[in-house]
């Protein structure tokens, strides 16, 4: 599968990105191209971690993909590293955008926003404010911080949250008299002092860390995230959505992603597993990209679209 490597400008700041054809010919070609998936990996992830056989599968069908990192993270140029900002992070999704439509052979007014976990709420957010998205996939959707940091207290417990709070507050006081973060492990073993703690989670998230991820973050994530509010967006998305859930999330809460889904009109699917579990090398992976090829496939076609405008005429 043919991978080019591109960088793209966000605000700024130089962000890394890889750009896929797709094969030729394509069921999906139109007379302006072919359509885009514009993906990015979630919670301090990078593209490298797990994005690739995603983007893969999809090229494999005929769809150009551009995958690409935030800024701070991974490949992408910014400081500082290793943390979140959720306006500097919708930017670069929507930067991505822009640069994704600019590719030779791509269809600018068939964007695809796929995203995983924080980055699923980061697409569907992004979705509800651009006319040329086409589709949204939003796996293991996040779209509630405070919802997340409810869960988080039922899995950790009070003292493990207080104190990650308050570690968190001291990064962000630090950082507006120019002191260097505060930095924690993004995910540690129950019981350990990181974001994400979950029985598993240590494991499963190093099973597809890829070599430009660091296992850090900005303890003021933590306040980043009680802003993160996803699925207020969710109801002014227009093109066709496909949310997909896993019933045993302990990171991203199920019942927060199913009302989204709800306010979205979007197809749902469910999966008996954990926040992982989707990935490649793990039991649900096949499932989940079967369905989000399937619901591709049914969407993006040209004949679908021709049937759909003439419904409208």
Same mark, same amino acid.
């Given at each position: ?8 400008? $966000? ?8 750009? !896929? ?24 992830? /990078? ?13 494999? /069908? ?38 994704? $439509? ?62 990650? /709070?308050?570690?968190?507050? @001291? ?19 129950? @019981?350990? +002092? ?7 989670? !240590? ?18 994530? @933590? ?9 207020? !967006? ?15 999330? $302990? ?30 090398? +793990? ?20 004949? /679908? ?9």
């Amino acid at each position: 599968m043919t991978r080019q490597t591109i960088t793209f400008d $966000s605000h700024g700041t130089p962000c890394d990105a890889w750009f !896929y054809r797709g094969i030729d010919p394509s069921p999906y070609d139109g007379p302006a191209g072919r359509p885009v998936v514009v993906m990015a990996h979630g919670f301090a992830g /990078t593209k490298d971690s797990g994005l690739e056989p995603f983007a893969e599968r999809f090229a494999g /069908t005929g769809l150009a993909v551009l995958a690409f990192d935030f800024r701070g993270f991974g490949l992408s140029g910014g400081e500082p590293r290793q943390r979140i900002s959720l306006s500097g992070q919708l930017d670069d999704y929507r930067s991505a955008i822009t640069a994704a $439509s600019c590719q030779p052979g791509v269809d600018p007014a068939r964007v695809v926003v796929w995203g995983v976990s924080m980055s699923a709420g980061f697409a569907m957010t992004v979705a509800a404010g651009h006319d040329d998205v086409c589709a949204v996939i939003a796996a293991i959707p996040l779209v509630s911080g405070p919802a997340a940091g409810r869960l988080a207290y039922h899995e950790v417990g009070g003292a493990a949250m207080v104190s990650s /709070t308050m570690t968190g507050i @001291g990064s962000a006081l630090g950082a507006r008299i120019g002191r260097a973060p505060t930095m924690m492990p993004v995910v540690g073993r129950p @019981g350990e +002092h990181a974001a994400l703690t979950a029985d598993g989670f !240590y494991e499963s998230y190093l099973s597809i860390a890829g070599p430009s991820w660091r296992n850090e973050v900005d303890a003021a994530v @933590g306040l980043e995230l009680g802003r993160f509010r996803a699925d207020k !967006y969710a109801s002014r998305i227009t093109a066709p959505t496909l949310v997909q859930i896993a019933d045993f999330d $302990s990171a991203a809460p199920p019942h927060s992603a199913a009302k989204a889904a709800f306010a979205a009109h979007a197809e749902v699917r469910h999966y008996p597993c954990d926040h992982f579990d989707i990935f490649a090398g +793990h039991d649900w992976f096949e499932p989940a990209v079967d369905h989000q090829l399937s619901f591709l496939a049914r969407h993006l076609s040209p004949a /679908t679209r021709q049937t759909i405008e003439k419904a409208a005429r």
